[in-house]
């Protein structure tokens, strides 16, 4: 017989799972009804519309799981902004200590893991760009950042 403690975990992981088809079911329940009240008024105020023409604008999720932090071009204007005001090198880790403050998102481990992919990212584009630059290595392998 299998291990308990195996069990339990997976006991435990279905449940989670089968929540989370329960959680998106209603979801889109709601959703298309909104929809529906949407493609409704649309007809009321364009009454030729041909609403199958209308294309479905696409949702990005993070690697998380969690919507998307920024906006678009948000983090890049965010990192530049925060170069500027330091006015010296500054640590990537620091760089997003300063987002999540600026943000005011909650300083989980989650949110931390997400950000770093996204500021990171960021950090790279703008460094091929030629906006920002290594500074040189700070604690460890940490890259400080600079404006170019």
């Given at each position: 017989?299998?291990?308990?403690?195996?069990?339990?975990?997976?006991?435990?992981?279905?449940?989670?799972?089968?929540?989370?088809?329960?959680?998106?079911?209603?979801?889109?329940?709601?959703?298309?009804?909104?929809?529906?009240?949407?493609?409704?008024t649309?007809?009321?105020?364009?009454?030729?519309?041909?609403?199958?023409?209308l294309?479905?604008?696409?949702?990005?999720?993070?690697?998380?799981?969690?919507?998307?932090?920024?906006?678009?071009?948000?983090?890049?204007?965010?990192?530049?902004?925060?170069?500027?005001?330091?006015?010296?090198?500054?640590?990537?880790?620091?760089?997003?200590?300063?987002?999540?403050?600026?943000?005011?998102?909650?300083?989980?481990?989650?949110?931390?893991?997400?950000?770093?992919?996204?500021?990171?990212?960021?950090?790279?584009?703008?460094?091929?760009?030629?906006?920002?630059?290594?500074?040189?290595?700070?604690k460890?392998?940490?890259?400080?950042?600079?404006?170019?």
């Amino acid at each position: 017989m299998a291990e308990s403690h195996v069990v339990s975990a997976l006991v435990t992981k279905r449940s989670e799972l089968a929540g989370m088809i329960q959680f998106h079911r209603i979801e889109i329940e709601r959703v298309g009804a909104d929809l529906k009240h949407l493609d409704a008024t649309l007809k009321l105020f364009a009454p030729e519309i041909d609403l199958r023409s209308l294309g479905a604008k696409r949702v990005r999720k993070s690697i998380m799981g969690g919507f998307k932090f920024f906006k678009p071009g948000e983090s890049h204007r965010l990192i530049l902004d925060l170069l500027r005001e330091a006015g010296r090198p500054v640590l990537t880790a620091d760089i997003l200590s300063r987002v999540i403050d600026r943000k005011g998102l909650d300083d989980t481990q989650d949110v931390r893991m997400t950000l770093q992919r996204t500021i990171s990212g960021s950090l790279r584009r703008l460094e091929r760009r030629e906006m920002v630059r290594h500074a040189g290595a700070g604690k460890g392998r940490a890259l400080t950042w600079e404006i170019a």
